[in-house]
């Protein structure tokens, strides 16, 4: 089909962030995550995709999320990819990074790590890239990332 | 993994250390076993927070730094604490690290030792995190093999230690198997269906080349161990009280049974032991639990020097 006649599943924007390719459960949590109240955004869930076959899409209008904002991805939503728009052209577009540590993103699921009975932050540090694997640094369980809910 | 210097470092987890880091302490244990130091930690004061009761380790770390000329401080009933009024753990330590110079706690939560040595800026030894370390139990559990066994540390024979009992939540084995898999070393395993060692643990200790196998028996592992660490058996862990008896009748060493026994075995326990080890093992050559908890000593003396910068 030519391109002209290619029907867009989610709103285009001009200048902002896609995060494309989100396993579809995920989608709602990547939009709690990472848009703020007042930020425009269009949501897409449980499209056709020809890679993941059901997948989310989060645009996030008028702001550029930094690859440290976006590392939590990594964990939440594994393989999701991460466009920059400006005037409603791609210039960067990557697989979201797995950073070393996962600081803050996501609670121990061990009902007795110390992270979850005092106020302090999570950090959960990568031991195995595929599939994912993460250990809690306090508590030392190591988790996949499905067994793990976004703080 | 290059020796880290000791002075001001953290007693956290054992993963934390590395083969010279556990030789550096074994040598330090021994010469101030053999050469007692009572003024070493002069002037030094120790806090021990226990939230949560441990006659055993507070006593062993308390004689320890006595011996070594220091002082003591701190509470081992956490209702009389500002923590039981909701104090968060992270100030605590910033109050206590005014006084103290080092910090010695056991708390319910696992990974609250990591977080306390996150906030604090005097060392923090770690005296049990919940269900998760307990390192200076492991270093005297090296220390006590190594003092038996000195091929441990040269390495001209392959040593075979044997794990029994609760494999699955008893934090000692999975850390002194952690340790030994710096060594030259056979494992064996015992355990009831249900309480078998993780397998994250097993793998982490054969990817460092140590041989694993389950055998079927006490009894099989008592003819071909040098070393049989023995662990008790939770009656919390059995839903049904009637299989607790029978495993319980089950993980037991007595006597009789170390008839058939490899001469040079050595029985360890963390202790308290409940029922799965007679008393009359004691009278035996291969008893040496009580011999093991002595060790806590030197041991302790070691990594508290160590951490003060005194060694």
């Known amino acids: ?151 | 993994m290059r020796p880290v210097a000791f002075a001001g470092r953290n007693i956290i987890s054992i993963a934390d250390f590395g083969h010279a880091d556990l030789i550096a302490v074994l040598d330090a244990a021994a010469a101030l076993e053999r050469e007692p130091r009572p003024r070493l930690c002069d002037g030094r004061l120790m806090a021990t927070l226990f939230f949560e009761p441990s006659t055993r380790t507070r006593l062993s770390f308390e004689a320890a730094m006595h011996k070594l000329g220091g002082s003591v401080i701190g509470f081992s009933d956490v209702a009389s604490t500002s923590a039981k009024k909701g104090e968060s753990l992270a100030d605590t330590i910033r109050m206590v690290e005014q006084y103290a110079d080092v910090v010695v706690m056991r708390h319910p939560r696992d990974g609250s030792a990591r977080l306390a040595s996150e906030v604090s800026r005097v060392p923090i030894i770690n005296g049990g995190d919940g269900s998760n370390q307990h390192p200076t139990q492991t270093f005297i559990d090296l220390y006590t093999i190594a003092k038996l066994f000195p091929e441990l540390r040269d390495g001209t024979r392959e040593l075979t230690v044997a794990f029994a009992g609760d494999l699955r939540y008893g934090r000692t084995v999975h850390s002194l198997l952690a340790a030994l898999a710096h060594f030259r070393c056979r494992v064996l395993t015992v355990a009831p269906r249900g309480l078998e060692m993780p397998e994250q643990h097993l793998a982490h200790a054969r990817e460092a080349g140590v041989r694993i196998d389950a055998v079927p028996s006490l009894t099989d592992a008592i003819r071909a161990a040098d070393v049989l660490y023995m662990t008790r058996l939770q009656e919390e862990r059995f839903p049904d009280p009637l299989e607790f008896g029978h495993i319980k009748a089950t993980y037991r060493v007595d006597a009789a049974m170390l008839a058939g026994a490899n001469p040079r075995l050595r029985i360890l326990h963390p202790l308290p032991r409940v029922n799965e080890i007679a008393t009359d093992v004691d009278r035996t050559p291969h008893a040496h639990y009580f011999a093991q908890a002595g060790n806590g000593i030197p041991v302790r003396q070691a990594l508290l020097a160590m951490v003060l910068g005194k060694t």
Not at chain 1, 16 to 36: E, F, K, Q, R, Y
Not at chain 1, 73 to 102: Q, T
Not at chain 1, 126 to 141: A, I, K, S
């Open chain 1, 1 to 151: 089909m030519p391109d002209s006649h290619k029907v867009r599943q989610v709103e285009a924007i001009a200048n902002g962030t896609v995060i494309d390719h989100i396993p579809s459960a995920a989608t709602m949590i990547v939009v709690s995550m990472l848009a703020n109240d007042d930020d425009e955004v269009f949501i897409g869930q449980n499209l056709r995709s020809a890679r993941v076959g059901r997948k989310g899409v989060v645009k996030i209008a008028g702001r550029e999320l930094s690859d440290r904002e976006a590392s939590s991805l990594a964990l939440i939503a594994p393989g999701a990819s991460l466009s920059i728009i400006r005037d409603y052209k791609v210039v960067a577009k990557h697989v979201v990074p797995v950073p070393e540590v996962f600081e803050d993103v996501a609670r121990c699921a061990n009902p007795n790590c110390v992270t979850n009975h005092e106020q302090w932050p999570t950090k959960f540090e990568v031991v195995g890239q595929q599939p994912l694997r993460v250990r809690c640094r306090y508590c030392e369980r190591g988790f996949a990332p499905g067994e793990l809910e976004p703080t």
